[in-house]
């Protein structure tokens, strides 16, 4: 298959913002764990013995976090008190070294707690890749559906979400017509969860993801070469959803992301 070099580089360039943003400061590389929150109970954090949630690095103890009626809560260090407000949009923060940020499932509260000094964001995992496929960026039809819908999606964590669906993206790979449901993401980057045969084998067994681009009112392109593993595929620690019906291909789509 004959690449471009404007195509190769659009690529490579797609590539490097992948690797910078999965090794940021927020990425899915120093994800220390994710603690489910009791509303009501106050927390201790830290690395001391006998700490309600025991870090391996830092301080005996960071703070004491009582999360109140699931949307909000607050963070006690040293004598100060910080309230967290989820409507407001903070539920996130940051202490020294580590980002804390109370993550909403459903009627769930979890702590995720990101270690910004750790050394597994200097030393990214090697992602093996198939070879470029310049077929593979597919321009898919964009239809609104008559009236939005929702459907139940599971996840790795086995807890059920309902998630509103208003457009399906419709194309032909490999003689199948698709017709794949964005169920994340945003109105110009839609998140597609997808499954193919080569999860057998050769990428990550229990989804991939891709991002629409090019967003129009009746058009979305799908790049089957920037099919990417999960944060599930890097830690423990994430809640990965799992693709639709929808969005099973009966075909290997060699493309995109290896397995780890």
């Known amino acids: 298959m004959t690449v471009s070099p404007d195509f190769q580089a659009a690529q490579d360039a797609w590539r490097a913002a992948r690797m910078a943003k999965l090794s940021a400061e927020d990425g899915w590389l120093n994800l220390?764990?994710?603690w489910v929150l009791t509303p009501g109970k106050t927390v201790t954090i830290g690395s001391a013995p006998g700490s309600d949630i025991k870090l391996e690095v830092g301080p005996d103890t960071l703070g004491e976090l009582t999360l109140k009626?699931?949307?909000?809560?607050?963070?006690?260090?040293?004598?100060?008190?910080?309230?967290?407000?989820?409507k407001a949009g903070g539920f996130a923060w940051r202490e020294g070294r580590f980002?804390?940020?109370?993550?909403?499932?459903?009627?769930?509260?979890?702590?995720?707690i990101r270690d910004a000094e750790s050394a597994a964001r200097e030393t990214p995992p090697?992602?093996?890749?198939?070879?470029?496929?310049?077929?593979?960026?597919?321009?898919?039809?964009?239809?609104?559906?008559?009236?939005?819908?929702?459907?139940?999606?599971?996840n790795m964590s086995a807890i059920p979400t309902q998630v509103p669906v208003t457009h399906v993206a419709r194309?032909?790979?490999?003689g199948h017509e698709m017709a794949l449901l964005p169920t994340y993401g945003s109105a110009d980057r839609p998140q597609f969860v997808i499954?193919?045969?080569?999860?057998?084998?050769?990428?990550?067994?229990?989804m991939r993801f891709i991002f629409g681009e090019e967003v129009a009112e009746d058009s979305v392109v799908i790049d089957f070469n920037r099919a990417v593993n999960?944060?599930?595929?890097?830690?423990?620690?994430?809640?990965?959803?799992?693709?639709?019906?929808e969005?099973?291909?009966?075909?290997?789509?060699?493309?995109?992301?290896r397995r780890l």
Request: proline share 10%; charged share 30%.
């Open 171 to 174: 194309l032909t790979l490999a």
């Open 32 to 34: 220390l764990g994710r």
């Open 126 to 154: 090697e992602i093996d890749s198939f070879p470029l496929d310049p077929a593979l960026r597919i321009t898919a039809r964009w239809e609104r559906l008559p009236e939005p819908i929702t459907i139940t999606m599971d």
């Open 99 to 112: 980002l804390l940020e109370i993550t909403a499932l459903n009627d769930i509260r979890a702590l995720r």
């Open 230 to 245: 999960p944060p599930c595929a890097f830690t423990r620690h994430a809640v990965c959803p799992l693709p639709p019906r």
């Open 247 to 257: 969005n099973l291909f009966p075909v290997r789509i060699e493309a995109g992301e």
């Open 195 to 206: 499954r193919d045969l080569t999860s057998l084998d050769d990428t990550y067994p229990h």
């Open 69 to 86: 009626d699931g949307d909000t809560a607050t963070f006690e260090r040293d004598g100060e008190v910080r309230t967290l407000d989820r």
